[in-house]
């Protein structure tokens, strides 16, 4: 059980155009959804905490204008980055959190490779 | 201010060797510790945490880490590795139990050799 999953795995767009990734949480309902950027060979940065039902929570230094997250429901948080540029080319990974028992836990998917050329 | 730390960027570990993967982290409380393993292109996959009780953590693959609250680590550590074990190895923390944030180190990439 808890899986989550991310579409597309990989999706090649032309700078100026906008890109939606979607984050699902297939077998139990998420409150709270994250969004990570990864760079090469690097560690992952937290972009936003979505929270349904909610505007997002951003971090500082991310453009929310550029970065948009919507989560419309319990297992569904989309990732929209408008007007992408080569340099929003990365690996955005997201996760969902889940409480139980006095324990937490963070589920992640797979991860979405943006190209922009 | 507050981290965590992962002092070893690459680590190269024969197939049948034991490995010890160091955390450190600078937080004024204990916060909840995870160990996360991610191959080439894909997500991570927790493969332990720690959040009170026995300092010592069993997690998934044989992998084990140990609390050590004087020393503020929680290494990962396995007896005998597998060429399957090559990844990269984060630790990570929640600091804040309010807002469920991760806090992830730097990496720790993970070569065998035959």
């Known amino acids: 059980g808890a899986v989550v999953s991310q579409h597309p795995s990989w999706v090649i767009c032309k700078s100026g155009t906008s890109v939606k990734i979607e984050c699902r949480s297939l077998d139990f309902q998420a409150t709270t959804m994250f969004w990570y950027r990864q760079f090469p060979k690097q560690s992952l940065m937290l972009m936003a905490t979505?929270?349904?039902?909610?505007?997002?929570?951003?971090e500082q230094g991310v453009e929310k204008d550029k970065f948009l997250i919507n989560h419309a429901s319990l297992t569904l948080s989309t990732l929209t980055v408008t007007s992408a540029h080569p340099e929003d080319s990365s690996f955005y990974i997201c996760s969902a959190s889940r409480s139980f028992g006095g324990s937490y836990e963070q589920y992640f998917g797979p991860g979405t490779r943006l190209t922009v050329t | 201010a507050q981290s965590v730390t992962q002092p070893d960027i690459h680590i190269t570990v024969s197939e049948g060797a034991s490995l010890e993967l160091r955390c450190n982290y600078s937080y004024g409380a204990t916060p909840y510790l995870f160990w996360y393993v991610q191959s080439p292109g894909q997500g991570l996959q927790l493969l332990l945490k720690?959040?009170?009780?026995?300092?010592l953590v069993q997690g998934i693959k044989g992998f084990e880490a140990e609390f050590k609250r004087s020393q503020s680590s929680f290494n990962l550590r396995k007896p005998s590795v597998h060429w399957s074990d090559a990844a990269e190895y984060f630790c990570a923390v929640v600091a804040n139990f309010g807002n469920e944030k991760l806090t992830f180190g730097t990496g720790t990439r993970l070569t065998i050799i035959p």
């Open positions: 979505s929270n349904e039902g909610s505007k997002a929570t951003y």
């Open positions: 720690y959040f009170s009780g026995d300092t």
